[in-house]
């Protein structure tokens, strides 16, 4: 059963500085791999998605880069400002079976401070 | 831009007592799915279906149906609410089932109180 792990389950930087967040996959037969944000009381809204033959996908000042084979996957956020404050989830797709539908991290609460 | 539209906002039952959850969308998309929205549990599929007539079951079923009658609408229905189904309810499509690069759109949810 896939598991899908982030850590840390809280983060808060300073308005400006660049930040990472991490996901982690226990099996790497997957199909994609998406970023959301989560706004208090909102739904989720996806940011980027990785399909699982890319390394890496950008928007704007979100950089996502996917290792399959070591089963990891960052988020990148550049200069980061007090509206990128939210929970940011991963969720990963696998390629057979059941394993079809999305199977999400619990996510990462980011609070940038100005 | 609609996209998925999820009613009611929040709602308190009574144990035992029955609701459906509505959810619709207005982009042609294939696919619907349910979620559940713990803490500390991230979020887990109850139902989905991946056209119009078809449904199937996802990892956290039991207590909950589906029908999806048209492609637009996907009613989630709690048959007898028991306390455990406290939490927050998140409908969710994308273009195609078959299209397994395609992002997943959610609606904002319906947060369920059951006493």
């Known amino acids: 059963k896939q598991e899908v792990t982030q850590i840390p389950a809280a983060l808060s930087v300073p308005e400006g500085e660049n930040l990472v967040l991490n996901c982690s996959f226990t099996d790497s037969a997957i199909y994609n791999l998406q970023w959301f944000r989560q706004d208090p009381g909102k739904g989720l809204t996806s940011l980027l998605l990785?399909?699982?033959?890319?390394r890496e996908q950008t928007s704007g000042r979100l950089n996502a880069s996917l290792d399959k084979s070591s089963g990891r996957s960052t988020l990148y956020i550049a200069a980061s400002q007090p509206g990128d404050s939210a929970t940011y989830l991963c969720a990963v797709k696998g390629s057979s079976g059941s394993a079809r539908q999305l199977t999400f991290g619990s996510g990462t609460q980011l609070t940038v401070l100005p | 831009n609609a996209g998925v539209t999820q009613t009611p906002k929040f709602q308190v039952l009574k144990t035992g007592q029955s609701m459906t959850l509505q959810c619709a969308q207005d982009m042609n998309h294939e696919y619907m799915s349910w979620y559940r929205q713990d803490p500390g549990m991230g979020l887990r599929l109850i139902h989905y279906?991946?056209?119009?007539?078809?449904?199937d079951q996802g990892e956290v079923p039991n207590g909950y149906n589906v029908s999806r009658s048209t492609t637009e609408d996907f009613p989630l229905r709690l048959l007898s609410a028991a306390p455990s189904q406290t939490s927050v309810y998140f409908c969710?499509?994308?273009?195609?089932?078959?299209?397994?690069?395609?992002?997943?759109?959610f609606g904002n949810g319906t947060r369920l109180t059951v006493t």
């Open positions: 279906s991946v056209g119009a007539g078809i449904t």
């Open positions: 990785i399909q699982s033959s890319q």
């Open positions: 969710a499509s994308s273009y195609s089932a078959g299209h397994f690069n395609s992002p997943l759109h």
